[in-house]
C-alpha cells in the first residue's frame, strides 16, 4: 500500500506519464494561437492536482450533504468572493464544470422547455449553447438568430432590435466566440428591455478584458453573465456564473441539483487562486499587452496580404480570411499547412461563408497564451510573417522548413513550466 500512495504517474502509469512530457514538449515548442487556450500558472496547476479531488461536497458552503467539508468551503468561498469582487457582481456561483454547463444552468433558470431565444449565429461567431440544433439549447428551446451585417462584418444593432420586435424571445442571448470587435451590452440590453426579454451576457472569451476593464462590461446591463474561466481569464478549465441577487438562489439550484452533482473543488480551488491572480496590478498589464499584440499580428498579417474580418479587432483575436473568395486556400489547409510548421490555429468560418464549416474561409487567431509566455509586440510581426509566408506558398517544403527553424528559435527564448519538463531521450 505505500507504494500506492507515494509512487508518481512516472512510476505508477509510463504511457501516460509520457503523453504528458510529450504534451508539455508540444506546448513549448509550438506556437500557440488558438484564441480559446491560454497557459496557467504553476500555482493554479498545482491548486488543481491536490487531494480535493477525492472531496463529495454537493451543495453550497455551510449547507453541504456531506460531512468534512470545511476545508472545501473556504476554497470556495475564496473563489465566490474573489469572483464578486472581480466583476462587480452581486452573486457569484463557481461549480459550473464548463462554459457549457454555467449556460444550460441558466438557460434553465430563464426560460421553460419550449421558450423563445434569440442567439447570435453560430458561424458569425456565436457559440453552440446559444441555439445551435444540435445542442441542448437548440433541442429544448425555440431559436432565431442574429448576425453581423455583410458591409461591416460587426453585429447590426438595428437588425437586432428588429429580431427581437419579431420573435419577442424571453431570453437574449449575447458573446461569442469568434467576435473580434466589442460587444455593446448597454444596447443590447436596452433592445432586451425594450421588448421584456432578459439577457445572458456570455463573455467566455473576454473575460479577462471584462474583469480589468479593457472591455465594457455587461454586469449592470444583463440580469446573467457567464464565462468559462481558461480563456483570457487564464484560470483551470471551468466555468463560472454571475447574476443579480433576485437571481442568485434560482441559479445555485439550477446548477445543483439541476444539472450537476458534487462540484469540482480541486478545480474551484485552482479558480480561487486563478481569481486571486486576476484581482492583482499587473494582470491588467498583461490583458492590455494581449491587446496590443493582436493589434501588432492584425497589422501584420494585412501588410503581408491577408484579409482581416471586419477589418480589425478591438481585442484579443483575428479572423482572417484566407481563402479570399478562392484567390486563398481554405481555412482546412491552412490549419493544416501552420501545424506543420508548430503553429496551431484553429479554421473559422467566416460570416457568409461560402465554404462547409469542416472547411471554412477562415482562421481564427488569439494572443492570450503567447502573451502570457511574454511574447511582444516584436514578435507577434515575425509571427503574422511566418503565418502568410505558409499560407502564400502552402506546399513549399523550403518555407516550412525555414518557419519550422524561426518558430524553434522563438519559442526557445520564451521557457515555460521549468519543473514540469523532464529531461529525456526522445522516444521511449
Ligand atoms: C468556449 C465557450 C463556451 C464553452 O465553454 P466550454 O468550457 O468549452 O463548455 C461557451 N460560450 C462561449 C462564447 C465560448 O467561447
New binding site residues.
Partial sequence: MSNFFSAGVAEADPLISNAIDDEVRRQTNGLELIA?ENFVSEAVLQAMGTVFTNKYAEGYPAKRYYGGCQFADVVENAAIDRAKQLFGADHANVQPH???QA?MAVLMTALDHGDQILGMNLSHGG?L?HGHPLNFSGINYKVADYGVSRETEQIDYDELQKLAEEHRPKLLIC???AYPRTINFERIGEIARSVGARVMA?I??IAGLVATGLHPSPISHCEFVTT?TH?TLRGP?G?LILCREEFAADVNRRVFPGVQGGPLVHVIAAKAVAFGEALKDDFKTYQQQILNNAQALGTALKDAGLRIVSGGTDNHLLLVDVFMDGQGITGKAAEKALEEVEITVNKNTIPFDTNKPFVASGIRLGTPALTTRGMKEDDMKAIGKMIANVIHEPESEEVKRRVRREVAELTARFPMYPGRLKEKASGA
Fill in positions: 480559446s464548463s462554459g457549457a449556460n457559440h449553447t458573446g461569442a466566440s456570455d467566455a472569451h468559462t480563456k478549465r466555468g
